[in-house]
């Protein structure tokens, strides 16, 4: 079984106006190489779901999003995203939720729940800025009046990881996998990126089961792409590029965001890589334990 295919091939399959799914949190283990792509490439109108980085404002600055979905937007390094920041400020279409409310969701979507119980978000202004979220009383003796999440369904899902086999079993070799399976779960397509693609039998070599963090039957193809998480982190094989992050941060107004994406975004994963320094490069970049 070979689900071994392209970026190109992946973001083929896409459609405007999807729901998509994107894994890591903040700026940790985000499938950078596939929203790259999807920056390339002409689809548009789309909702994007994540405990978001550099992911979300590279696509709002690219034009690509029409619907946010998010626990939290954040470089880590950087608090707030700045090409975030824009969008929001000029008026984005968006949801907040607690991230415990965001991963309660996908675990519906998962599950396929039409939603499940959650004491979080309760007590919030979650509620008042999305009415459509409702609470629910226990049919048990207690009576607790809770939060009903509704189920996050996804059109597509796409992750990062370490390692997987053509068949699209996936290992995480860093201490957290944050949500990915949960996005994966919720996904009717998911598609991973990973900094190498090993045989089956050598998945086994780099950890003990609990790395595999997808089996093949969560994944409908899987794209090779070395550094693929840069500049975020990827666990533990390199760190945040914080100088990368700060010149993207800085590249807000239009004529920087267009140099931007004329150096970085405009030409192939091989470009990309040769314009932030090769893999040498890449290679210093301090590792991190996150």
């Keep these: 079984m070979d689900k071994t295919l392209t970026s190109q091939e992946l973001i083929a399959e896409l459609r405007d106006g999807m729901v ?71 008026g984005l279409s968006s949801v907040e939720l607690d991230e415990g409310m965001l991963q309660w969701g996908l675990y519906a979507a998962g599950l396929r729940l039409p939603f499940l119980p959650t004491r979080a978000g309760l007590a919030t202004d979650v509620q ?76 086994s070599d780099s950890g003990p089961l609990q790395t595999m963090l997808l089996h093949r039957g969560l994944v409908d193809g899987v794209v090779e792409s070395r550094f693929g998480a840069h500049p975020t982190s990827c666990a533990p094989e390199y760190g945040i590029d914080v100088a990368h992050l700060n010149e993207y941060a800085a590249a807000v107004e239009p004529d920087a965001w267009a140099a931007y994406g004329e150096r970085y975004l405009s030409g192939s994963d091989a470009d990309y890589l040769a314009a932030v320094g090769g893999e040498d490069h890449l290679e210093r970049v301090p590792a991190t334990t996150f």
């Design 128 to 203: 008042r800025h999305n009415p459509q979220i409702s609470t629910i009383t226990s049919p048990y003796p207690d009576g607790e009046v809770l939060l009903a999440m509704p189920a996050v369904e996804l059109d597509v899902a796409i992750v990062h990881v370490n390692e997987a086999d053509a068949a699209g079993n996936c290992q995480v070799l860093g201490p957290d996998p944050y949500f990915d399976d949960r996005f994966c779960m919720a996904a009717k397509r998911r598609y991973v990126s990973c900094e190498r693609i090993v045989p089956t039998e050598q998945l």
């Design 20 to 90: 998509i799914g994107i894994g890591g949190w903040g700026a940790r283990r985000k499938p950078m190489s596939l929203v790259r792509e999807i920056c390339r490439s002409s689809v548009r109108d789309l909702t994007i779901v994540t405990y978001g980085g550099p992911d979300v404002g590279m696509l709002c600055a690219a034009g690509k999003v029409a619907h946010l979905v998010f626990g939290f937007v954040s470089l880590d390094v950087i608090p707030l995203d700045p090409h975030f920041r824009r969008a929001r400020e000029a």
